[in-house]
């Protein structure tokens, strides 16, 4: 196997003998195959839509499953891929027999094999290492683990109902382009474009989100527990949330949220349920602890998944595009509803949580509550009261060295204000950082994908400032990234125009020098330093 998608890469370079987040080689490489085959039937897709084709709704949500499986922490089940690939295999030959000219598809569309060795043997020879050349490999595969990301975002919004045949459309083309023989600069243009679509992504999913759910508001979120049974939800899906929000009311059950499940806290649609109870726990890396402690079953809507311990295996449910060898998965794509029955009656026959915090934390902090703020906020900055915004989105980890960003957070200035979205946030959103004139010193505005906001909120102070350029604003970038879903939202950044981004806590191992120079020269990316030299360079 080889694996470097992540930032827990072994040796900060690649997995080869077993993921560091316990991927075996064998899902290595059949997730390997799955992306293969992925390529294939988009090479397909893309001509059909070349010939005046429409491809089904169907058949797009198939194609966008397939990646977001493969992200880091989503799925370790190896019969889901290689049934995925069978599945996939399906449609490609029926897409095949409707195109009137088949005569220019290549081999990766023309691949099909249904023997589970033969199947292996073609993993081994189709994955990252297959690219020679270096620079090339770290195009394509940042190209790749930005589609990943913004497969994610777009099976979320394709859930509540949300699509968009442009974003499906470029995501396929652009991973068929990963297979053709491309130029750097060919494929830096694709990279970048990439970056344009992942800013397409985050925006139909917004619509999604605040469409069905209403629109963020600032709320004080529960961190302690109940005298009931309950579920604990994981991951990102709202959709599934609201279904089981649905499925408990008045049976007894409470429910809590657990690490990017917080922010579904902040939504009217949501918040409105008396038997969501708050947010149980922290970060995903802390499952192992928490989810023994919860004491009831577990609902796991997407990643990240920590292969669980015994203990609490038999607990551990998963939906959608999550999965683990022994839990049960429950059923369901867009359009269905899905039965959580079961989970509901587990958790009838267990105790209810242990208490691990208590209190509140406050969120909500997403576009139209800030700029709902807007004017308190200008007025902050213009008498000086805040001086800079320090975006800190991103991901949390189990590194060690992540503790930087809890002592960078403790060492700003006090007239520093944390902008920051995705599980990043948990290491320091219990540190009572205070306020500014009312204003909470970290606004929390969602779950990775909600850095859109971030960005939206970015662009309108620009505009209130009257600034040329969205650098000019008193705004730094200090992100945190772990898997593909921060890809997507670096490249969406690198579109908008963002420079200085500073990114840790190591830089990816999919970045060669050479590819790594050209991010370093055009938009000023760098690393992350000692927390002392940052805010010197930051706030000097
Ligand atoms: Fe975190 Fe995991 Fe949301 Fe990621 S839970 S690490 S960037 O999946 O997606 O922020
Ligand atoms: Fe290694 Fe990350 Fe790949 Fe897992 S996802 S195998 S930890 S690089």
């Given at each position: ?64 499953l397939?990646?977001f ?5 989503a ?80 099976k979320?919004?394709?859930m ?75 991951g990102?899906d709202?959709?599934d ?60 809507t997407t ?15 998963t939906t959608g595009s999550a ?7 429950i059923?369901g794509e ?207």
């Open positions: 196997m080889f694996c470097y998608q992540c930032q827990e890469t072994a040796g900060c370079t690649g997995c080869t003998v077993k993921g560091v987040c316990g991927k075996t080689p064998e899902v290595a490489r059949i997730q390997d195959l799955l992306v293969y085959v992925t390529k294939g039937i988009s090479e397909v897709t893309t001509k059909l839509r070349a010939e005046g084709k429409t491809i089904s709704k169907e058949d797009n949500h198939l194609i966008t397939n990646l499986t493969t992200i880091t922490n799925n370790f089940d190896f019969d889901v891929f290689v049934q995925r690939i069978y599945n996939t295999l399906d449609a490609k030959k029926r897409l095949i027999a409707q195109l009137d000219d088949a005569s220019s598809l290549s081999p990766v569309a023309l691949w099909d094999e249904r023997d589970v060795n033969v199947m292996d043997e073609k993993a081994r020879t189709v994955g990252v290492l297959a690219t020679e050349n270096e620079d090339i490999r770290s195009l394509r595969e940042l190209t790749i683990y930005g589609l990943k990301g913004l497969s994610a975002y777009s979320h919004a394709n509540l109902d949300y699509d968009s045949e442009e974003v499906d459309a470029f995501l396929q083309e652009a991973l068929y382009k990963t297979t053709q023989a491309l130029s750097v600069d060919e494929l830096i243009a694709l990279v970048l474009a990439t970056g344009e679509a992942g800013v397409k992504g985050m925006a139909l999913l917004d619509s999604a989100n605040t469409g069905t759910f209403g629109n963020p508001e600032i709320t004080e979120v529960n961190l302690g527990v109940r005298n009931n049974p309950a579920i604990l939800i994981s990102h709202l959709s949330l609201k279904e089981l929000l649905e499925q408990t009311k008045g049976t007894g059950v409470d429910v809590y949220t657990h690490s990017e499940m917080l922010p579904a806290n902040y939504y009217p649609e949501l918040k409105k349920y008396g038997n969501l109870v708050g947010n149980y726990g922290n970060a995903w890396w802390k499952q192992k602890e928490e989810f023994e402690s919860f004491n009831g079953p577990i609902l796991m990643n990240c998944i920590v292969p669980p311990k015994d203990s609490y295996k038999d607990r551990i449910y999965g683990f060898p022994g839990c049960k998965h059923p867009a359009g269905s509803t899905k039965d959580f029955t079961e989970i509901i009656e587990h958790a009838k026959k267990c105790a209810s949580p242990t208490q691990i915090e208590e209190g509140t934390i406050v969120g909500g902090f997403a576009h139209n509550q800030v700029l709902a703020l807007a004017d308190q906020i200008v007025e902050a900055v213009k008498t000086g009261a805040i001086k800079k915004f320090v975006v800190m989105a991103g991901c949390d980890g189990r590194q060690k060295g992540r503790n930087y960003y809890t002592d960078f957070a403790k060492a700003l200035p006090k007239e520093a204000v944390i902008l920051t979205a995705g599980c990043a946030k948990y290491k320091y959103n219990k540190l009572n950082l205070g306020d500014i004139n009312g204003i909470p010193r970290v606004l929390d505005a969602g779950q990775c994908n909600d850095s859109y906001s971030l960005a939206v909120i970015a662009m309108k102070l620009q505009e209130v400032f009257g600034l040329e350029d969205i650098n000019d604003l008193p705004l730094v970038f200090n992100i945190a990234w772990y898997e593909q879903k921060a890809v997507i939202v670096l490249l969406a950044l690198l579109f908008l125009g963002v420079k200085n981004i500073h990114l840790g806590p190591t830089l990816p191992a999919f970045l060669s020098p050479n590819v790594a120079k050209v991010l370093v020269e055009n938009f000023g990316i760098a690393g992350i330093g000692t927390v002392e030299d940052d805010i010197e360079l930051f706030f000097s």
